[in-house]
């Protein structure tokens, strides 16, 4: 099972685009801030029940008893996509204080595969601190930057340069994005 958590920041459409191209591949839990919640639907125009049905799980951020929050649980990876400021700063700090950040929490202690994708900028020393806490601790961290080799044509194709990065990180096949293939020096 894959975790996949949208917290509030701009970007929710990475989450959502994670977990439509999850939902047909893995199986997946979703959380979601209330803050998120309402930027996605700001954003995006979808309320947080149509994204819950792309989730074989949801669990409510507060839920402190969620099997999620336990190693014992047996999830083999999370993506928190965007993640705001606020959850990075709780997850470098070790404040597992909802049901994200002690999923988070989790999947560093058991050595489980935790991606973040920081959606801010421009970027404070002190979150620049923060990421790297967690990328010392095994987290990869996925700033939502696209590439433009693949020659995006609308806003969908850098959307899908970032959720297909995110996906190869987990290891999950995806054709979301052209990849680069170098050129002919003939």
């Not at 070790?94 to 920081?118: F, H, M, Q």
Request: glycine share 6%; net charge negative.
């Amino acid at each position: 099972m894959i975790i996949v958590a949208i917290t509030g920041a701009s970007g929710t459409i990475y989450g959502v685009r994670i977990l439509e191209a999850l939902s047909e591949k893995r199986e997946t839990a979703l959380l979601v801030t209330s803050t998120a919640a309402k930027i996605l639907e700001y954003e995006t125009g979808l309320k947080l029940d149509e994204i819950k049905e792309l989730a074989d799980h949801y669990f409510d951020v507060n839920d402190m008893e969620a099997p999620i929050n336990s190693g014992s649980s047996n999830f083999d990876a999370m993506i928190i996509a965007p993640c705001s400021m606020k959850t990075l700063a709780a997850i470098a700090q070790g404040y597992a204080d909802n049901t994200i950040t002690r999923a988070a929490d989790v999947s560093l202690k058991e050595k489980r595969r935790l991606i973040l994708v920081p959606r801010e900028t421009p970027l404070r020393s002190i979150h620049l601190e923060n990421m790297l806490k967690v990328s010392r601790e095994g987290g990869i961290i996925l700033p939502a930057m696209p590439g433009f080799y693949h020659k995006p044509e609308n806003i969908d194709d850098m959307i899908n340069f970032i959720a297909g990065k995110a996906l190869d990180l987990l290891g999950v096949e995806n054709r979301l994005f052209r990849r680069w293939t170098g050129h002919d020096t003939r």
